[in-house]
């Protein structure tokens, strides 16, 4: 008798553990018609890294671990004298520059004033010729004249000679007036390319300066990089500084962390892609507040699978192919209906669990 009362309890209890795995059997296989899910997700956020635009010793630090800032607050200095010094080193740079653009300016207003002295003279050469061909052509006429009377024993020899002699001295000046002329118009030309070389000195001393302008301007950017601000507001990582430490260009120092906007990366197996698209509804599940629940939407799919964007990508050409299958980071938006305190309490990295509503 007990052990046909031992066969009916353990009939019920079989009969009742098959009953229990068939309906959640049977709503795993329903509830997977309508949805994909996975527990590989995590939360991400914005992390701003803190990077010195420029080389130095950190003077101060404003900031501790884990501080929450807001944008524009400072967050550590560097050591000011060396770009100090730069900017004065500019600022003589910019006015030697301007002195040499003054001194080129004199000369080019020096040779406009011989070249107008030089075009004076070319015109008084030019005035004389006309006056000493005048008056060559005279004394010739005369010269002809006596030359008549002479062959015709009219004059004296002496007096043949004096005209001969007066056409000899005009053709002379007119010779002399007439290469005085060409030096004068040789230095004129001479003056001139001086012009156009001061022209072209004074435009290399406008370019200089400038170039001091932007070297000093730069100097200025330079000391203005010493202090390093926050860019967004959010709250600060590990601080690995200190006061006296070299810090170096483009070194990234720490992070800001934005807290007021996240967002879910979910690896979804490639099988699992093939309901899912854009725009569809996500229930999450935060691992860290498993009692709240965060409504999301997918808003992309990427470009290729996490194993290709891998430090060492595989390569099936080489070696022996397994077939493995292969994960597509998924990007899904929290919806603007969560709670937004609840939405700062999150933190990059915290693993989640996500539910896509298919359809």
């Given at each position: 008798m007990a052990n046909k009362q031992t066969n009916t309890k353990f009939i019920i209890i079989l009969s009742a553990l098959v009953l229990l795995g068939v309906a959640y059997g049977s709503y795993k296989y329903i509830h997977s018609l309508s949805h994909e899910e996975t527990d590989d997700a995590q939360i991400e956020k914005n992390m701003n890294p803190i990077i010195p635009r420029v080389s130095g010793y950190v003077s101060k630090v404003y900031i501790k671990d884990n501080d929450y800032v807001k944008k524009g607050d400072t967050l550590f200095t560097i050591e000011k004298k060396d770009y100090q010094l730069k900017i004065a080193e500019a600022t003589a740079a910019v006015a030697a520059a301007e002195g040499n653009f003054e001194v080129s300016k004199a000369d080019i207003s020096s040779v406009l004033a011989s070249i107008s002295a030089s075009d004076a003279n070319v015109q008084s050469a030019s005035g004389n010729i006309e006056t000493a061909k005048i008056r060559l052509g005279r004394i010739t006429s005369d010269y002809n004249r006596y030359s008549n009377l002479y062959k015709t024993h009219t004059i004296t020899k002496q007096q043949y000679e004096q005209a001969l002699a007066a056409k000899q001295e005009a053709e002379t000046q007119v010779r002399i007036l007439?290469?005085?002329?060409?030096?004068?118009?040789?230095?004129?030309?001479?003056?001139?390319?001086?012009?156009?070389?001061?022209?072209?000195?004074?435009?290399?001393?406008?370019?200089?300066?400038?170039?001091?302008?932007?070297?000093?301007?730069?100097?200025?950017?330079?000391?203005?990089?010493?202090?390093?601000?926050?860019?967004?507001?959010?709250?600060?990582?590990?601080?690995?500084?200190?006061?006296?430490?070299?810090?170096?260009?483009?070194?990234?120092?720490?992070?800001?962390?934005?807290?007021?906007?996240?967002?879910?990366?979910?690896?979804?197996?490639?099988?699992?892609?093939?309901?899912?698209?854009?725009?569809?509804?996500?229930?999450?599940?935060?691992?860290?507040?498993?009692?709240?629940?965060?409504?999301?939407?997918?808003?992309?799919?990427?470009?290729?699978?996490?194993?290709?964007?891998?430090?060492?990508?595989?390569?099936?050409?080489?070696?022996?192919?397994?077939?493995?299958?292969?994960?597509?980071?998924?990007?899904?938006?929290?919806?603007?209906?969560?709670?937004?305190?609840?939405?700062?309490?999150?933190?990059?990295?915290?693993?989640?669990y996500v539910d896509v509503h298919l359809n």
């Amino acid at each position: 008798m007990a052990n046909k009362q031992t066969n009916t309890k353990f009939i019920i209890i079989l009969s009742a553990l098959v009953l229990l795995g068939v309906a959640y059997g049977s709503y795993k296989y329903i509830h997977s018609l309508s949805h994909e899910e996975t527990d590989d997700a995590q939360i991400e956020k914005n992390m701003n890294p803190i990077i010195p635009r420029v080389s130095g010793y950190v003077s101060k630090v404003y900031i501790k671990d884990n501080d929450y800032v807001k944008k524009g607050d400072t967050l550590f200095t560097i050591e000011k004298k060396d770009y100090q010094l730069k900017i004065a080193e500019a600022t003589a740079a910019v006015a030697a520059a301007e002195g040499n653009f003054e001194v080129s300016k004199a000369d080019i207003s020096s040779v406009l004033a011989s070249i107008s002295a030089s075009d004076a003279n070319v015109q008084s050469a030019s005035g004389n010729i006309e006056t000493a061909k005048i008056r060559l052509g005279r004394i010739t006429s005369d010269y002809n004249r006596y030359s008549n009377l002479y062959k015709t024993h009219t004059i004296t020899k002496q007096q043949y000679e004096q005209a001969l002699a007066a056409k000899q001295e005009a053709e002379t000046q007119v010779r002399i007036l007439q290469q005085q002329q060409k030096a004068t118009a040789y230095q004129k030309s001479v003056i001139v390319a001086k012009s156009k070389a001061s022209d072209k000195m004074t435009e290399v001393a406008a370019a200089n300066i400038k170039k001091a302008q932007a070297l000093l301007d730069a100097a200025k950017l330079n000391l203005s990089y010493t202090v390093i601000t926050a860019a967004i507001d959010g709250q600060v990582s590990k601080i690995d500084i200190q006061p006296g430490q070299l810090v170096q260009s483009g070194q990234s120092l720490f992070y800001i962390i934005n807290n007021n906007e996240a967002w879910v990366i979910a690896n979804f197996k490639e099988t699992q892609l093939n309901k899912m698209v854009m725009g569809q509804k996500v229930t999450i599940k935060v691992d860290a507040y498993p009692d709240h629940k965060f409504e999301g939407t997918i808003t992309s799919f990427s470009p290729a699978t996490g194993a290709k964007f891998s430090l060492l990508p595989p390569d099936n050409a080489t070696g022996n192919f397994v077939k493995t299958i292969q994960r597509l980071p998924v990007k899904i938006s929290l919806d603007t209906s969560n709670d937004a305190e609840k939405i700062k309490l999150l933190r990059p990295g915290m693993n989640v669990y996500v539910d896509v509503h298919l359809n």
